[in-house]
C-alpha cells in the first residue's frame, strides 16, 4: 500500500506544482484540495495499484513539458517524453492517451521556426520509443517462442490486450484486504439493511477495494455505481472551461492564437476527452477513473476564481454571467442523483442548496440592474 499512497500524494503536489506558477495559489490549492477529495483517489491510495503509479508519471511529464515551454529546453522536452515511455511499461497505450495533446500544446506554445519544432520533437518521440519498446523487446531477446507464440512488442499494441487491461482490476492488495470482485450490476450485499429517514439502502454501496467492471455505454461515467468516484465536479469543469477560454482570450490576437493560460487549459481539456471518449467505448475498472480526475480537479481549481470574476463583471445579455450559477446547478444536481439511493434526504438538500444558490445569483443581480 506505501508505493500507492507515495504516488498519490506525489500526484496531489504535481497538481499543486502544474497550476500554482500560471494560475497562482488559489487555484493550485482548489485544484489540488479537488483532487485529494475525488472518491476514486482515496479508493486507489487504500491498496496497490497500477493506475496510481501510472497517474503519477504523467503528470511528471506534463510538468516537465511545463518546464520545456518556460525554459526553451530541448532536454526538458526529450525528458517529458521519456516519462510518457515509463508510463508505457506501467499500463502500455494508456499512457499515450495525453500524448496527442502534449505535441500540439508544445506545437502552439513555442515560438522557433516549424523545423526545429519538427527536430525536437523527433528528438523527444525517439526517446520515447526506446523507453517505451525496451521491456518488450527484452522479453523477446531473452525468451525461447514457438512459432505459434506472439511476441511481446505484439502483444503490447495490441487492441485486445489494451482492453483487457481496462476490464481488469489492477489491485495487487494482500488477500487480507482485498474484496471480493463483483459486477456493477451486481445487487447482492452480505449486510443488506432496511431503508431509513436517510438510508434508502446499502444493498449497491460498493465495498471498500472492490473492483467493479462497468460495461462501455455513453451514460457509464455519470451512472450513479460508477460516477459518483470520479465525475462529481465534471459539469463544473466542462461550464468553467468555456468560461476560462473566454476570460483568458487576448482581444488583441486571432482566435487561434491562444495566450499561456489558455494552452493550460487546452492541455487539461486534451487530457480530459480522449480518457473521457476511450472509457464511453470501453469495459472498464472503477479504478481506472482515477485517469479523469486530474484533468476534472485541474478545471475545477482553475475556473472556480475565473466565473466569480465573470458573474461579477458581465451584464445580463451577456451569456458568461449565467456560467456559475449554472455550473453550481448542475453540479449539485449530479451529485444529489448520485447519492439518491444511499441518503435520499441529503440528495434533496443538495437539489435545494443548487437550486436557491443559483437562484439568488441570476436574482440579485437582476434586483440590482433594476435599482439602478
Excluded at 22 to 51: C, I, K, W
Aim: hydrophobic share 50%.
Amino acid at each position: 500500500m506505501l508505493p500507492s499512497i507515495g504516488f498519490g500524494v506525489g500526484s496531489v503536489a504535481l497538481i499543486y506544482q502544474l497550476i500554482m506558477p500560471t494560475f497562482g495559489r488559489v487555484s493550485g490549492r482548489l485544484a489540488a484540495l479537488a483532487m485529494t477529495l475525488t472518491p476514486v483517489v482515496v479508493t486507489n491510495l487504500r491498496a496497490n495499484n497500477l493506475d496510481t503509479t501510472l497517474l503519477f508519471f504523467l503528470l511528471l511529464a506534463c510538468l516537465l513539458l511545463e518546464k520545456a515551454l518556460a525554459q526553451d529546453q530541448l532536454g526538458w522536452l526529450i525528458g517529458s517524453f521519456a516519462m510518457i515511455g515509463i508510463a508505457f511499461n506501467i499500463k502500455l497505450m494508456q499512457a499515450f492517451l495525453i500524448l496527442p495533446i502534449m505535441v500540439i500544446i508544445y506545437w502552439l506554445a513555442t515560438t522557433t521556426s516549424w523545423r526545429q519544432k519538427l527536430t525536437h520533437l523527433s528528438l523527444a518521440a525517439v526517446t520515447l520509443i526506446a523507453l517505451s519498446f525496451v521491456w518488450p523487446l527484452s522479453i523477446d531477446f531473452t525468451t525461447t517462442q514457438t512459432a505459434t507464440q506472439t511476441s511481446a512488442l505484439q502483444l503490447a499494441f495490441s487492441t485486445n490486450t489494451n482492453q483487457s487491461l481496462l476490464a481488469q482490476s489492477s489491485y495487487t492488495s494482500d488477500s487480507s484486504t482485498a474484496q471480493p470482485k463483483q459486477l456493477a450490476n451486481s445487487t447482492t450485499h452480505p449486510n443488506r439493511t432496511t431503508a431509513t429517514s436517510m438510508t434508502r439502502s446499502t444493498a449497491n454501496r460498493p465495498a471498500p477495494n472492490q473492483a467493479t467492471t462497468t460495461t462501455a455505454t455513453t451514460q457509464s461515467l455519470v451512472q450513479a455505481t460508477v460516477g459518483s468516484q470520479g465525475s462529481w465536479l465534471l459539469p463544473f469543469a466542462i461550464f468553467g472551461l468555456f468560461g476560462g477560454l473566454s476570460f483568458f482570450r487576448d482581444a488583441k490576437r486571432k482566435w487561434w492564437q491562444l495566450t499561456n493560460k489558455q494552452q493550460q487549459l487546452l492541455l487539461w481539456a486534451g487530457w480530459l476527452l480522449p480518457v473521457y471518449g476511450l472509457l464511453m467505448i470501453n469495459a472498464f475498472q472503477a479504478d481506472t477513473l482515477v485517469m479523469l480526475a486530474p484533468a476534472i480537479a485541474a478545471l475545477f481549481g482553475i475556473t472556480l476564481p475565473v466565473l466569480i470574476r465573470l458573474y461579477h463583471r458581465s451584464t445580463l445579455n451577456n451569456w458568461q454571467y449565467y456560467l456559475l450559477p449554472l455550473a453550481i446547478v448542475t453540479t449539485t444536481s449530479l451529485q444529489a442523483w448520485y447519492v439518491y439511493n444511499y441518503y435520499a434526504l441529503l440528495a434533496w438538500l443538495l437539489l435545494a442548496i443548487g437550486a436557491v444558490v443559483s437562484m439568488v445569483l441570476i436574482s440579485g443581480r437582476q434586483r440590482r440592474a433594476s435599482a439602478g
